[in-house]
């Protein structure tokens, strides 16, 4: 593999395991901890990336499922790949489609080989297997791409989820020998759902793997927030310290700072612009209906202290105004500053890391205050 | 009144009677001839004023009936009025609402006082007189206010087109009474339907108010664009040369060249905005459907002389894609680049009538070529 990418640690909070860090990619670096936004098909709904530019996003995630589906890993690497396909020119992850091909897709059938499914778009029957998810990631061109994983459900049996966990390592091997390119990185995914001796077997047999990068997949599958924490707080220690370490498909405030207390760097979340375009926004760590009356007729910013274009140049009340009007501008402005949100929560909490006040300045966030 | 407003008058074209000039407003100029986009209810749909900005569009026109309806006009004026509360810092425009109140609206009773109608919003009965209508448009601030018109449908016959150009008059009058803002400039409307002899009786007994503008109205209501082109010829040069005339609800490539050669200066339309939202592109003066297959591989911009964010960064393939995938973010890109194409061509006309080359360069157009 060639150098294109490397992770250098710069500070490690003296009381947690957090630790802030530069990741390098092809397409320039990541400063972690951060929160990456999710670009399911290849955009940021209702965002431009010069607006996603403005909310201080590094990394932009993309599904492979979704983009196999429509419009196809040909037609996106016809068109020089992802990046400049969608006008992204920072870097870029992708997903395996595991994820979704376990928890969006009918008639799925899994074996050793892969999984076969019924695309949901025209019923033609899919097979998804190792080799063929990472072909289709190295057509999509993002510069970090993910293993093809078995994701059970919650809940499952210590049985089940080892079957499931022993399947993905199996289906690891197979990844790193389908996959060609030397300027992407595939990351390893550890599974082993809620059971501590399976995540900790699972990151130990990943750990084996030279990766530029680890990740914990499988939470955020319907387990209580509790159960998220203890898995994280067991995993993530065991996966490689000179290495970006990613927690899958979390990004809520409370989830992401206890992650990065237990040596977590990157995150992805849809809910930014999920919640927009329920016409939700996301201040200080609330969640707020902007069609609530209360905001009908107040002319402050959705959260002054935020430097987003929606907060510099537009009130609660004109928000609140487009929801009620059905104006889809809304779905855009919110998610402008939600993205911003998440973001900046992740950049305060590298600056403190890097002046090692983590553990101080964020103890009521960690439930030590 | 006072001085917030002039028009000066740069260039004469030698063959037709277009008209080079610059609007002065109280929130910057405008450069005619030119294109004004619509922001219906305090935005331009799926577009931000950052974004708009780019597109080089200077006036900008927003709704009275609709803001009227919601948010409603004291909620505005309580955000510090129309730019303030949406963000934009140019020059705007509201109508008067007549023409929604003819159009749109159920259980419309007109008489000499008013019309009253049934509000489609909440069922409560509504009453808009010319008094109503100034004090709504005074309330929400914009820089040009139109006068309360009475825009009989077509087809209509001479008789009762001349009922409503005879009460258009009578209205004008108590428009002028009641406005009471020097910083807004009031523009009275001709109406006379399809009928040369009320058209003129009309725009001869309005250029007797002083205004700092003049408009065309009840034009585009239905009736075949030669009687359009034939309307606009015989009034727009009996409106006072040394003002600014704004023909109402026009924006397509041919009638605004051809308006622009009868002498009219200012154009608003929804259409770069609608067609958007229905997947159609308008490219030098074509209509593209941009979900047709054939721009699935088209790895070209919308139009590569176009210098618009959109034609700067994105492919054809790629906003097909967007269309297809019910990406909210294709009707952003598209709007884009529709209100640019317009502005652009208005503006190209512009620079055509101040170097003297614009019955040549568009006797295309014009009909001459």
Known sequence: MGSHFSYTCQARCCVTKARAGVFHTPHGVVETPRFMPVGTLANVKTVTPAQLRGTGAQMVLANTYHLHLQPGEDLVAEAGGLHRFMGWD????????????????????????????RSPRDGKIIQITPERSIQIQNALGADVIMAFDECP????????????????????????????RTDQALFPIVQGGVY????????????????????????????????IEKIVQVTAPLLPEDKPRYLMGVGTHKEMVRAIAAGVDLFDCVIPTRLARHGAALVQGDRWNLKNNRFRRDFTPLDDTCPCYTCQNFTRAYISH????????????????????????????????????????????????
Chains 1, 2 share one sequence.
């Open 322 to 369: 487009l929801l009620h009007a059905r104006e889809i501008l809304a779905f855009t402005l919110i998610s402008i500053h939600n993205i911003t949100e998440l973001v900046r929560f992740t950049q305060r909490i590298r600056e403190a890391i890097l002046g090692d006040r983590f553990a101080v300045e964020f103890a009521e966030w960690l439930g030590h205050g």
């Open 90 to 117: 920072g870097p870029m992850l992708t997903d395996s489609g595991g994820f979704q091909v376990f928890s969006l897709s009918e008639m799925r059938q899994i074996s050793d080989e892969g999984v076969t499914f």
């Open 196 to 227: 501590p001796d399976l995540r900790q077997e699972a990151a130990e047999a990943i750990a084996q793997y030279e990766a530029f990068g680890y990740a914990i997949g499988g939470v955020s599958v319907g387990e209580p927030p509790e159960l």
């Open 153 to 180: 459900p919650h809940p499952a049996t210590w049985d089940e989820v080892k079957r499931a966990t022993d399947r993905t390592m199996r289906w690891l091997e197979r990844c790193f020998v389908a996959h060609t």
